[in-house]
């Protein structure tokens, strides 16, 4: 069968989709086609009967509005749940070809793409984690982890800041597993790239440290396989193909054009796509036997790379069954009983001790028992405390290092976190200054949606930066992340809390934030038990019911301990409740909420150095609040603290008047 046949099925597939969709992007699938039919068919290893096989090579369609191929190719190559009738509900509610690809939905799919560029920055972590892991666990003549990862790109790709983020370090770490592949159409939605793009995309590459290749033709399947074959035989550094197509391809009307990126074709330009192609069925998402054979057979191919792995992981498993036996424990990732034991012995905090502190304790007290976890920080290690000792630098020299420099890059760095996870057999963590969520968050976005259990250790939490002011005070943070679906966000107040958000971020399922303070806080949690619940009480009141609630997360929740000895002497009766995680508290059934925060009790006060929004659900209109409602200064951490009112005075003076007393 002619190649040509084989590439134009996911053509006219694709545009299929779209026009019954009438909606969608079939400029892309047309021009980049036979790069999708050339990886797939020749260079990707992957078995459609097994699609979460360890040793598969990865990929990633960076520009995901170009969904339509992708759906296309799986069909062709049979993968489970792909049928006929799914490409026919491409866009559909509930269909598993939404407009751009799901994690999680899609058969197949190795990663989320919504934003562009993201999908290059999770690429890039892939091929670390492979780096990492085949350092660790492979043999001479025995290799366990021993894949490429493949990333389709575009114009718009290369414009986000993200891809050059991400790509600097693979280039830095000669990822040389990492394979781009540049469909350059030259076309934007608005118009010619020339408008706003005109840059030598090859020598900013060159630069990164990848080698660079080009294929003129983006028909020429076989130009194309070549540049793969030699981008594969570069074992020092990532390589980025630069392949010319045409967007809009066999579409005379369409073809080079921007209205070609995305709106449907039309039904006639549909008709007039067959005929230029040469397609011989005129029916909507036809397909010649032929053609099924084809890919059957491609993919038969890949069932076959998959079971000699299988016999080659046997002998390995028989050379050293000890060694395989702790390959297994990286791929599943649960936590061992004794770290589990560990963080929910509840622990004697001696003085008080700043969280980030606490926090890198913690990960190098389980380190050792926890051996995938894998991360860092953007150049701040010694601030945010993350870095594990004794466990090496993860380097192009040394990929067995377990400590992630990952530069000045937050946004990047969120992408290759994203990638490490979905790579497997690795947990990642990653670090900044809080504040800098701002540039992390298009990435936990992902994280959450793909619910993958990326670790976010963000420190410098409030206020309580001081002398570097308002830009690197977080004050409206708290509140971004609380409203993002699927994230667990703690603000722990000492050991014991911060021990219960390490429990969650291990066992949760769900990315999870620990906003974690620069100043030291006394402790008061007795239990982590308590604060796995996400909120408890911390101090109780005297009588049989209270006549204040004080509600507060980390720092301010010693504070509000104080405020209620003040208030005592003023008599009134106040309960102080630890939120340390909102997410969890929500979940705990209404009569554990009942009992912590009593529903007669109607005088509340939310106290945190941070945006008073997320409160208003516990707080009710009535409640009171000692929250930051402007941007921080510059200045001592004490004297801030003490001139926006987190003073035991100012909170108990408002709790006092909250409370009618």
């Not at 491409?90 to 999908?119: C, M, N, W």
Request: glycine share 10%.
């Amino acid at each position: 069968m002619e190649t040509n046949l084989a590439v134009n099925a996911i053509r006219v597939l694709s545009a299929d989709e779209v026009q019954k969709a009438n909606s969608g992007h079939p400029g892309f699938p047309l021009g980049a086609a036979p790069i999708a039919y050339e990886l797939f068919a020749n260079h990707i290893r992957h078995n459609p009967r097994n699609p979460g096989w360890v040793n598969r090579d990865r990929f990633v369609l960076s520009g995901g509005h170009g969904s339509a191929m992708l759906y296309a190719v799986l069909h062709l190559f049979g993968y489970d749940g792909m049928t006929i009738e799914e490409l026919q509900r491409f866009r559909q509610l509930g269909s598993k070809t939404p407009g751009h690809p799901e994690y999680g939905i899609v058969p197949g799919l190795d990663a989320t793409t919504g934003p562009l560029g993201a999908g290059i920055g999770m690429a890039v972590g892939m091929a670390m984690a492979e780096a990492h892991l085949s350092k660790l666990f492979n043999k001479k003549d025995l290799p366990l982890v021993d894949h490429y990862t493949y990333a389709i790109c575009g114009d718009g790709d290369l414009m986000e800041g993200i891809s050059s983020e991400a790509c600097s370090l693979a280039g830095t770490l000669g990822l040389s597993k990492l394979i781009l592949v540049y469909d350059s159409n030259r076309i934007s939605i608005e118009g010619s790239t020339d408008l706003a793009f005109r840059e030598d995309v090859k020598k900013r590459f060159e630069a990164f440290g990848f080698q660079v290749l080009e294929v003129p033709d983006g028909n020429d399947t076989e130009a194309i396989g070549e540049a793969l074959r030699q981008a594969k035989a570069d074992t020092a550094r990532p390589s980025f193909i630069q392949v010319h197509t045409h967007i809009g391809y066999g579409v005379p009307a369409k073809v080079d054009t921007a209205s070609a990126h995305g709106e449907p074709l039309g039904e006639e330009n549909v008709k007039i796509l067959r005929e230029s192609l040469g397609w011989p069925l005129a029916e909507a998402f036809a397909v010649p036997d032929e053609v099924y054979a084809h890919y059957g057979a491609l993919a038969a191919k890949g069932a076959e790379a998959e079971a000699a792995w299988n016999e080659a992981a046997a002998r390995y498993k028989s050379a050293d069954a000890d060694a395989y036996a702790l390959f297994e424990k990286f791929q599943r990732g649960e936590l061992p009983s004794e770290v589990r034991a560990y963080l929910e012995q509840p622990e004697q905090q001696e003085k008080a001790d700043a969280t980030r502190g606490v926090s890198g304790a913690i990960l190098n007290a389980v380190k050792d028992q926890v051996p995938w976890l894998f991360g860092g920080s953007a150049d701040l290690a010694p601030s945010n405390k993350t870095a594990l000792k004794d466990a090496g630098d993860f380097s192009a020299e040394a990929p067995e290092g377990r400590n992630i420099h990952f530069g000045v890059r937050e946004l990047g760095m969120g992408a290759i976190a994203n990638g490490i996870a979905l790579h497997g057999g690795a947990l990642p963590y990653i670090g900044t200054f809080f504040v800098f969520a701002d540039y992390i968050k298009p990435m936990m976005r992902l994280a959450s949606l793909m619910k993958l259990p990326v670790i976010y250790v963000l420190t410098h939490d409030s206020i309580g930066v001081g002398e570097d002011g308002p830009t690197h005070e977080p004050v409206e943070q708290l509140a971004m992340l609380r409203a993002q679906p699927d994230l667990y966000v703690f603000r722990p107040a000492d050991v014991n809390e911060t021990k219960a958000a390490y429990l969650t971020a291990f066992t949760g399922g769900l990315p999870t934030v620990l906003a974690l303070s620069r100043q030291n806080i006394a402790p008061v949690c007795t239990d982590p038990k308590d604060a796995l619940k996400g909120g408890y009480v911390a101090a109780r009141e005297e009588g049989a019911k209270p006549d204040v609630l004080l509600l507060a997360s980390g720092s301010e929740v010693p504070l509000c301990v104080e405020a209620k000895a003040l208030l005592k002497a003023q008599g009134v009766d106040a309960r102080v409740v630890s939120v340390p995680c909102m997410e969890l508290f929500a979940a705990q059934d209404e009569a554990y909420r009942a009992e912590v925060l009593p529903p007669d009790v109607t005088a509340r006060v939310a106290v945190e150095a941070g945006s008073k929004q997320p409160w208003g659900a516990y707080i009710g209109l009535g409640g009171g609040a000692v929250t930051m409602e402007t941007f921080g200064e510059s200045g001592p951490a004490a004297q801030l603290f003490q001139h926006f009112g987190f003073t035991p005075e100012n909170v108990a003076a408002v709790a006092a008047r909250v409370a009618g007393k």
